[in-house]
């Protein structure tokens, strides 16, 4: 009973670093998303992907990409990692499009 | 624009007593309103959700909510806390047109005392 896995749990990199959290669900979900969460903000969305082949910007996009791989995977990269993205990530999937049903356990990302 | 306000940032009850966890919203049109509970080192469970209908939503682990659009607010209630209940817990909104834009509060934190 996996439902949405997140990789990795942590990571520590130095600004300037690229790096890519995977994430994938195994309930045949058509809608995926990332966001991050910081102390006191709640949740906000990064990068959605509606269904396969589709991705589009949330709330925070900037300094983000993401890659719908298949129906399954849905990763989110960081090109040049900066200490203002040190955060926790999550990503969710829902069976159609609107809030998040299923969320991994998050990675937890420091960037020095 | 959208947004949820979550009035408290923590609350302590004590075990076996009520709890209510309030939200108020901002949106110009019939929202749609979620609750979600989150354990710490875990992701964001959904408590329940609002669509349309009847305005007294039941949830999971026995968590009720209530929508009140005259006063937008969509409170979180649980008649008896145990002490697994201690976590933290959003309310969240998305237009009611559809769209992937959930807007959610920034979160209560519970804290449950013996």
């Known amino acids: 009973n996996a439902g949405v896995t997140q990789t990795p749990k942590f990571q520590v990199l130095k600004t300037g670093q690229s790096m890519t959290l995977q994430c994938a669900q195994d309930m045949n979900h058509n809608s995926m998303y990332w966001y991050r969460q910081d102390p006191g903000m709640g949740l906000r969305l990064i990068y959605y992907?509606?269904?396969?082949?589709?991705?589009d910007k949330g709330e925070v996009p900037n300094g983000y990409n993401v890659s719908r791989l298949n129906k399954r995977e849905f990763s989110l990269r960081l090109e040049s990692a900066a200490p203002s993205q040190t955060s926790v990530y999550f990503c969710a999937s829902s069976e159609e499009g609107g809030q998040p049903q299923h969320f991994g356990d998050g990675t937890r990302l420091s960037i020095l | 624009a959208q947004s949820v306000t979550q009035p408290d940032i923590h609350i302590t009850v004590s075990e076996g007593a009520s709890l209510e966890l309030r939200c108020n919203y901002s949106?110009?049109?019939?929202?749609?309103l979620f609750w979600y509970v989150q354990s710490p080192g875990q992701g964001l469970q959904l408590l329940l959700k609002?669509?349309?209908?009847?305005?007294l939503v039941q949830g999971i682990k026995g968590f009720e909510a209530e929508f009140k659009r005259s006063q937008s607010s969509f409170n979180l209630r649980k008649p008896s806390v145990h002490w697994s209940d201690a976590a933290e817990y959003f309310c969240a909104v998305v237009r009611g047109t559809g769209g992937f834009k959930t807007i959610f509060g920034a979160g209560t934190r519970l804290f449950v005392k013996a």
């Open positions: 949106y110009g049109a019939t929202p749609y």
């Open positions: 992907s509606a269904s396969e082949g589709t991705t």
């Open positions: 609002y669509f349309s209908g009847d305005t």
